[in-house]
């Protein structure tokens, strides 16, 4: 699984507790992090490089693109290139949106990059032609996240002028398409109101996992706990620090981070 960071960590967290017996390798490219405002060529070539990585160091059976930005520009090319399942997070996120919406005006946010790729447009219109999908890119909203500003009049009275389009659309559900915007949960939830449902594709990509795994007959079913790599090409202490707090105190899972400078 690899994500241009931590954000992707929801993903792996939910793949973790579905299908705890699975080996896991997550590589974050937190050296090169953000994607979501870098061209689609230069997304899909980090992507690629990615994919040769795990391939070639460590033969998985399946490949989850755990990152809006790069699943948007890059999946088609990867999926092509390698000779692995190649799992991205538009698909079972749009499945969790249609599942919810009772109006069949449904919204998706995510960054300038995912946005302008129509990549979920594109798809929204082949699952269901019949609803009618706003869409919005939020530049600012990760910064805020990195910062660890999750919850200031700032964030607030960004969420409001940049989903101002959202309301007035009337959407009843709405896409957090961005790996960092669960943690905006909150202000994002008080600006649309309580009538707009929000969604997120971790649930939901960790089951098309399994399905696809079960499918191929290549489900590790043992009584032994899998084992879970971190891998980070920028710092590993500030990914291992801020991974913690996101996969959960809890867990075991993110003790050491490896290095992988590029
Ligand atoms: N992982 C990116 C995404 O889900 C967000 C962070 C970034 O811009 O790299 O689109």
Not at 178 to 197: K, N, Q, S, W
């Amino acid at each position: 699984m690899f994500d241009s960071g931590f954000g992707g960590l929801t993903v792996a967290r939910a793949v973790i507790d579905l299908l705890p017996n699975e080996n896991l390798i997550y590589f974050a490219d937190t050296g090169r992090f953000p994607y979501g405002s870098r061209s689609a060529a230069e997304v899909t070539d980090f992507s690629n490089q990615i994919a040769d990585l795990l391939l070639t160091q460590h033969r998985p059976k399946l490949i989850v693109v755990a990152c809006n930005t790069a699943s948007a520009v890059a999946l088609g090319e990867l999926a092509a290139r390698v000779d692995v399942p190649v799992i991205g997070v538009l698909r079972p996120g749009l499945e969790s949106l249609l599942k919810v919406t009772v109006t069949s005006r449904v919204a998706v946010i995510a960054t300038v990059g995912t946005i302008a790729s129509g990549a979920y447009q594109r798809l929204a219109a082949q699952m269901a032609p019949q609803v009618e999908l706003s869409c919005a890119a939020c530049p600012g909203f990760v910064e805020f996240v990195e910062r660890g500003e999750t919850d200031s009049d700032q964030v607030r009275v960004l969420a409001q002028r940049l989903l101002a389009p959202l309301r007035e659309a009337k959407v009843d559900a709405l896409l957090l398409a961005c790996t960092h915007y669960p943690f905006l949960a909150r202000p994002i939830a008080e600006v649309m109101g309580r009538d707009v449902v929000l969604v997120s594709s971790a649930d939901e990509t960790a089951f098309a996992v399994q399905r696809t795994l079960r499918s191929l007959g290549q489900s590790r079913d043992c009584e032994e706990v899998g084992t879970h790599r971190f891998v980070s090409s920028g710092d590993a202490d500030s990914f291992a620090r801020l991974g913690r707090i996101l996969l959960g105190s809890n867990g075991p899972e993110l003790n050491d981070v490896e290095c992988h400078p590029w």
